[in-house]
């Protein structure tokens, strides 16, 4: 079916630019995050001074593929690309590699609580509910 006839629903275009504005905030995050200061550090607990030096170069790069790669799926969503897919699904798995070594492995759960846990899994089913929406747009040939 070709695209340009295929008359999409109101709610896509709402969903869509609602996930834009989610992942951008994503990226404000990620810049949020990198970009921490010798004041804001200062701030912090010791705890979590310890915690954020704990972060390798790799974790910011996979932070950074995850968040921009979220938006630039939306972005092709809504252009109606279809490699809005595969790049929702690196972020998915990118979102998936840093909140699991922010977790789990950094040890950000002993710092902050359990509690602490409850946005990176929002973020996660966020981002693979956006690649199995995509999916879905593929099918329907709202996207190609």
């Given at each position: 079916?070709n695209?340009?006839?295929?008359?999409?629903?109101v709610?896509?275009?709402?969903?869509?630019?609602?996930m834009?504005?989610?992942?951008?905030?994503?990226?404000?995050?990620?810049?949020?995050?990198?970009?921490?200061?010798?004041?804001q550090l200062q701030?912090m607990?010791?705890a979590?001074?310890?915690?954020?030096?704990?972060?390798p170069?790799?974790?910011?790069?996979?932070?950074?593929?995850?968040?921009?790669?979220?938006?630039?799926?939306?972005?092709a969503l809504?252009?109606?690309?279809?490699?809005?897919?595969?790049?929702l699904?690196?972020?998915f798995i990118?979102?998936?590699i840093?909140?699991?070594?922010?977790?789990?492995i950094?040890?950000a759960?002993?710092?902050?609580?359990?509690?602490?846990?409850?946005?990176?899994?929002?973020?996660?089913?966020?981002?693979?509910?956006?690649y199995?929406?995509?999916?879905?747009?593929e099918?329907?040939?709202?996207?190609?």
């Amino acid at each position: 079916m070709n695209q340009n006839k295929t008359k999409l629903p109101v709610w896509f275009w709402i969903f869509t630019i609602v996930m834009l504005l989610w992942n951008l905030m994503g990226v404000a995050s990620f810049f949020a995050h990198t970009m921490v200061g010798e004041e804001q550090l200062q701030a912090m607990s010791e705890a979590e001074r310890n915690l954020y030096g704990q972060y390798p170069l790799w974790t910011k790069i996979v932070f950074a593929i995850a968040t921009f790669s979220g938006a630039l799926g939306c972005i092709a969503l809504l252009m109606r690309k279809k490699w809005a897919t595969p790049i929702l699904l690196i972020s998915f798995i990118t979102i998936c590699i840093q909140m699991g070594h922010s977790l789990f492995i950094a040890g950000a759960l002993e710092v902050y609580g359990a509690q602490h846990a409850i946005l990176p899994a929002v973020v996660a089913l966020v981002g693979l509910g956006l690649y199995f929406f995509s999916k879905h747009a593929e099918k329907r040939d709202w996207i190609s």
